[in-house]
Nanobody, 129 residues
Framework: QVQLVESGGGLVQAGGSLRLSCTAS????????MAWFRQAPGKEREGGSCISWSGGSTYYADSVKGRFTISRDNAKNTLYLQMNSLKPEDTAMYYCAAVLALYDACSASWSNGGEFGVWGQGTQVTVSS
C-alpha cells in the first residue's frame, strides 16, 4: 500500500523554525518528484516547494523563497521541509505529495498540484504572533 506520512508540525512563535518530514512506504522515493503544499482555512491550496527525484533541482513559491528549504533522502525514503523565520501567515495544514518522475525536474505546472497522485494526510503548522 502506497502511503505518505507527514510529521513535525506544531505550534511555534513567529520567527521560529520547524522541520517537517514525509516518510514514504510502498514506493521507491527516487522514482518520484516530490512537493510540499499547504492549505489554510478558507483559502486555496498553495504549492510551496518541489524537488526533482535526484534532489538536484528545487523550486519555491515566492511566499516561502529564502525561508524554506526542501530536501530529500532517497535512501531513507523521506522528504523534508526546513522552515525558518516562520510568519503567522504560514499557518496551514502542510501536505507532501508524489508524482512519478518523467525527468529530473519539476514540471512548469507543479504548483497546481493536479499531477500529483499520492498525498499524505497532512500535518498542522500554527505560527503565533
Amino acid at each position: 500500500q502506497v502511503q505518505l506520512v507527514e510529521s513535525g508540525g506544531g505550534l511555534v512563535q513567529a520567527g521560529g523554525s520547524l522541520r517537517l518530514s514525509c516518510t514514504a512506504s510502498g514506493l521507491t522515493l527516487d522514482d518520484y518528484t516530490m512537493a510540499w503544499f499547504r492549505q489554510a482555512p478558507g483559502k486555496e491550496r498553495e504549492g510551496g516547494s518541489c524537488i526533482s527525484w535526484s534532489g538536484g533541482s528545487t523550486y519555491y513559491a515566492d511566499s516561502v523563497k529564502g525561508r524554506f528549504t526542501i530536501s530529500r533522502d532517497n535512501a531513507k525514503n523521506t522528504l523534508y521541509l526546513q522552515m525558518n523565520s516562520l510568519k503567522p501567515e504560514d499557518t496551514a495544514m502542510y501536505y507532501c505529495a508524489a508524482v512519478l518522475a518523467l525527468y529530473d525536474a519539476c514540471s512548469a505546472s507543479w504548483s497546481n498540484g493536479g499531477e500529483f497522485g499520492v498525498w499524505g494526510q497532512g500535518t498542522q503548522v500554527t505560527v503565533s504572533s
